[in-house]
């Protein structure tokens, strides 16, 4: 399986920008969708950003407009600019380079990174 590491987290204050990164330890063109996904305490893992192999991205309705996902196949990289940050975004973001739809939404397939801590102080 692919190995993934995510970076990029850290402390922000509201209404700043960070930006995460995961790269793969092999290609990740062949996977059908992959994704990020954030856990905050007390709180399921749930999916804020996907992407499909040819490109059409998605973004759950709290993030849509402030967080933008991007791919580069050729680097096996995938990134997410976060822009406008709430303390509600704080949680810890993980990457998925192969997520599915099980029927009701999408999860993850494929291996995941530690992730990364993203703190938005008010």
């Known amino acids: 399986q692919v190995q993934l590491v995510e970076s990029g987290g850290g402390l922000v204050q509201a209404g700043g920008s960070l930006r995460l990164s995961c790269a793969a330890s092999?290609?990740?063109?062949?996977?059908?969708?992959m994704g990020w996904f954030r856990q905050a305490p007390g709180k399921q893992r749930e999916l804020v950003a996907h992407?499909?192999?040819?490109?059409?991205?998605a973004y759950a309705d709290s993030v849509k407009g402030r967080f933008t996902l991007s791919r580069d196949n050729t680097k096996n990289t995938m990134s997410l600019q976060m822009n406008n940050l709430k303390p509600e975004d704080t949680a810890v973001y993980y990457c998925?380079?192969?997520?599915?739809?099980?029927?009701?939404?999408?999860?993850?397939?494929?291996?995941w990174g530690q992730g990364t801590q993203v703190t938005v102080s008010s």
């Open positions: 998925n380079a192969d997520i599915r739809w099980d029927g009701r939404g999408y999860v993850g397939a494929g291996s």
């Open positions: 992407i499909l192999r040819g490109g059409v991205t």
């Open positions: 092999g290609s990740i063109f062949s996977t059908d969708a």
